[in-house]
């Protein structure tokens, strides 16, 4: 005997059977499951929420809510003991305006941009050298590697105070050390390495060459350099060990010479390593307030004075909250500016 279904309808048309003991279609029901919640929330969505979702939360909170409250700020007119209001029909650009023009904002910015450019290539290219050094097969390679890496491992503090000891024209080791090889020559060298400057003479008259060259930004640039070329010698390093020695080898046989080896073969494959370590490089120059404000404290003067420092200055000192809120803002975009390429340059690659 043939078995009959208790609803023939539901097995001819593809209908369902719902609980209230209506029908419905299976169409109309794969719909309802394809546009539901239940596409979004699946198994793997709400087993992975505790391991992103509480760091997801802290971090939009505490770092972009900060940023976004900081740039809220610099929209009022948050000085002294006025408060500021949160009224957006009071918001307006007179901070950015007055940054723009402040001819010491333009100091600080060129200032900044010096320390940026200026330390992140010479502790690039030295770091090079470094890592193609090691790089023969010396001896004790372990020894030197932890030795040029141990200055990252300090404080922006501890280095600070490590080379105002050196710098000190009295007393410094900078000083000591070249008064025992000129003293002999009959020349006194009690150089003022933190506020001194150099007569360029002739050199002055050519083109973007001053007159006289204060060494005091300089003097950060060169404590920053040891502390941070360390860092760049072990990514070279990285980069150079991952290149197959087969390419040396190729390149040794076509009669290439050492210096043009590494031009035309190692330094195009060392692209990665130099993006990497420059941005990182310039994200440490943008955050070297602590080690300028222990040197100099909140007032460097036109010669050491950067973004961070001038932004400190008249937040805490000055008490103009919403003047140093906008020039906080514009840290950060040159921060995005930093950051954004190299972001960009591994969205290219797929590693984003």
Same mark, same amino acid.
């Given at each position: 005997?043939?078995?009959?279904?208790?609803?023939?309808?539901?097995?001819?048309?593809?209908?369902?059977?719902?609980?209230?003991?209506?029908?419905?279609?299976?169409?109309?029901?794969?719909?309802?499951?394809?546009?539901?919640?239940?596409?979004?929330?699946?198994?793997?969505? @709400?087993?992975?929420?505790?391991?992103?979702?509480?760091?997801?939360?802290?971090?939009?909170?505490?770092?972009?809510?900060?940023?976004?409250?900081?740039?809220?700020?610099?929209?009022?007119?948050?000085?002294?003991?006025?408060?500021?209001?949160?009224?957006?029909?009071?918001?307006?650009?007179?901070?950015?305006?007055?940054?723009?023009?402040?001819?010491?904002?333009?100091?600080?910015?060129?200032?900044?941009?010096?320390?940026?450019?200026?330390?992140?290539?010479?502790?690039?290219?030295?770091?090079?050298?470094?890592?193609?050094?090691?790089?023969?097969?010396?001896?004790?390679?372990?020894?030197?590697?932890?030795?040029?890496?141990?200055?990252?491992? @300090?404080?922006?503090?501890?280095?600070?105070?490590?080379?105002?000891?050196?710098?000190?024209?009295?007393?410094?080791?900078?000083?000591?050390?070249?008064?025992?090889?000129?003293?002999?020559?009959?020349?006194?060298?009690?150089?003022?390495?933190?506020?001194?400057?150099?007569?360029?003479?002739?050199?002055?008259?050519?083109?973007?060459?001053?007159?006289?060259?204060?060494?005091?930004?300089?003097?950060?640039?060169?404590?920053?350099?040891?502390?941070?070329?360390?860092?760049?010698?072990?990514?070279?390093?990285?980069?150079?060990?991952?290149?197959?020695?087969?390419?040396?080898?190729?390149?040794?046989?076509?009669?290439?010479?050492?210096?043009?080896?590494?031009?035309?073969?190692?330094?195009?494959?060392?692209?990665?390593?130099?993006?990497?370590?420059?941005?990182?490089?310039?994200?440490?120059?943008?955050?070297?307030?602590?080690?300028?404000?222990?040197?100099?404290?909140?007032?460097?003067?036109?010669?050491?004075?950067?973004?961070?420092?001038?932004?400190?200055?008249?937040?805490?000192?000055?008490?103009?909250?919403?003047?140093?809120?906008?020039?906080?803002?514009?840290?950060?975009?040159?921060? @995005?500016?930093?950051?954004?390429?190299?972001?960009?340059?591994?969205?290219?690659?797929?590693?984003?």
């Amino acid at each position: 005997m043939r078995n009959r279904s208790p609803n023939p309808r539901s097995d001819d048309a593809g209908e369902r059977l719902r609980a209230d003991g209506g029908t419905t279609t299976a169409t109309a029901a794969r719909r309802d499951d394809e546009t539901g919640l239940s596409r979004y929330v699946s198994d793997e969505f @709400l087993s992975s929420l505790p391991f992103w979702l509480p760091p997801f939360l802290l971090m939009g909170f505490f770092v972009y809510g900060a940023i976004g409250w900081n740039f809220v700020i610099s929209l009022t007119d948050f000085a002294g003991l006025q408060l500021p209001t949160y009224d957006p029909a009071t918001w307006d650009f007179e901070t950015y305006a007055r940054a723009f023009s402040d001819p010491t904002f333009w100091t600080a910015f060129r200032n900044t941009v010096i320390l940026l450019v200026v330390f992140t290539a010479l502790a690039l290219v030295i770091g090079l050298g470094l890592a193609i050094l090691i790089d023969q097969g010396v001896r004790f390679e372990n020894g030197f590697r932890t030795v040029y890496l141990l200055p990252m491992s @300090l404080s922006f503090v501890v280095t600070a105070v490590f080379w105002r000891w050196m710098y000190n024209p009295q007393s410094g080791v900078i000083n000591t050390v070249l008064g025992s090889l000129l003293g002999p020559l009959g020349i006194d060298v009690r150089f003022q390495w933190l506020s001194g400057f150099v007569d360029t003479g002739a050199l002055g008259a050519l083109p973007l060459v001053p007159d006289v060259l204060y060494v005091k930004l300089f003097a950060v640039i060169f404590a920053l350099i040891w502390q941070f070329s360390g860092y760049t010698m072990v990514v070279y390093l990285a980069g150079l060990r991952a290149i197959p020695t087969e390419q040396y080898e190729a390149a040794r046989t076509d009669g290439a010479s050492t210096v043009r080896m590494y031009w035309r073969v190692v330094l195009p494959q060392l692209r990665a390593s130099t993006i990497s370590a420059a941005v990182v490089l310039m994200v440490f120059a943008l955050k070297a307030f602590d080690f300028i404000f222990v040197l100099f404290g909140d007032n460097p003067g036109p010669y050491g004075d950067i973004l961070s420092t001038m932004m400190y200055r008249q937040a805490f000192s000055s008490n103009q909250w919403a003047y140093g809120s906008a020039i906080a803002i514009v840290l950060f975009v040159m921060a @995005l500016f930093v950051v954004s390429p190299y972001l960009y340059s591994e969205y290219r690659r797929g590693e984003l």
